[in-house]
């Protein structure tokens, strides 16, 4: 474990450790990286070996989706069929940061990641560490949590789960994390949004963002048992 181990600064990480680990990701590895609440898991959402390895490391049953981070709108070209008037007022007024959107994901998108809903999560990170990491990988990557399904996430890397810490080829140490509530999740691929779950960001927030001249939509809130309104545990 401790040769696995890569302590990076959490606001200047060293360019050269975060190629290393973008070269990881993109040759098929797993890598645990912070976000701004936990730490997560990255691989390739479009390797399907990668995936395959994801959902093993965290024991997660095939129906849950798995969510990617991106670096900015130009990744999301290959992820989602369309930007709705909605997301585009999200994403204008709270990203980067605490907020998934659910999108209608293309036809390529590998089914592990929508968990067969035609829907994937997509979030623009705020934290330094896995916004470098985006960047370097010039794509998207998995923003999963960093544990085993149905337990806790951590923010400490000495938390991490021994079975995870086994599994995983680099880990990317940026020291205690913020811990708490995960993003907020906002599906916008119908004719009103639906907050998923309601994390960091205020259901406020989502209609202060959405706006609609001043016009406050009836934003109803969904919390079903399993899915996106889960994804980062």
Not at 23 to 34: E, L, N, W
Not at 84 to 89: E, F, I, L, N, P
Not at 107 to 130: F, N, Q, Y
Not at 158 to 163: A, I, K, N, Q, R
Request: hydrophobic letters at 40%.
């Amino acid at each position: 474990m401790v040769n696995k181990i890569h302590r990076v600064h959490p606001v200047s990480p060293r360019p050269q450790t975060i190629e290393q680990a973008a070269d990881a990701i993109k040759g098929g590895q797993v890598v645990v990286f912070p976000t701004r609440t936990l730490y997560g898991l990255g691989v390739d959402p479009f390797n399907g070996a990668a995936l395959e390895r994801l959902f093993a490391i965290k024991q997660r049953p095939g129906d849950r989706p798995v969510s990617v981070l991106v670096r900015d709108r130009r990744d999301l070209a290959p992820l989602v069929q369309d930007l709705t008037s909605d997301a585009r007022r999200i994403m204008d007024a709270l990203w980067p940061g605490q907020v998934t959107l659910v999108l209608a994901a293309r036809h390529s998108v590998p089914r592990r990641l929508t968990a067969g809903t035609g829907k994937i999560g997509v979030r623009m990170p705020a934290h330094p560490v896995a916004v470098a990491l985006v960047a370097a990988m010039s794509g998207p990557v998995t923003a999963t949590s960093a544990n085993l399904s149905g337990r806790p996430g951590c923010w400490r890397i000495v938390d991490l789960h021994p079975h995870v810490a086994a599994a995983a080829d680099m880990v990317l140490d940026a020291g205690p994390l913020d811990g708490g509530i995960g993003s907020t999740v906002v599906d916008v691929t119908g004719d009103r949004p639906r907050v998923l779950r309601e994390g960091t960001v205020s259901v406020a927030d989502i209609i202060k963002a959405l706006g609609h001249g001043g016009i406050i939509p009836d934003l109803p809130i969904v919390r079903p048992s399993g899915g996106l309104n889960r994804q980062n545990h």
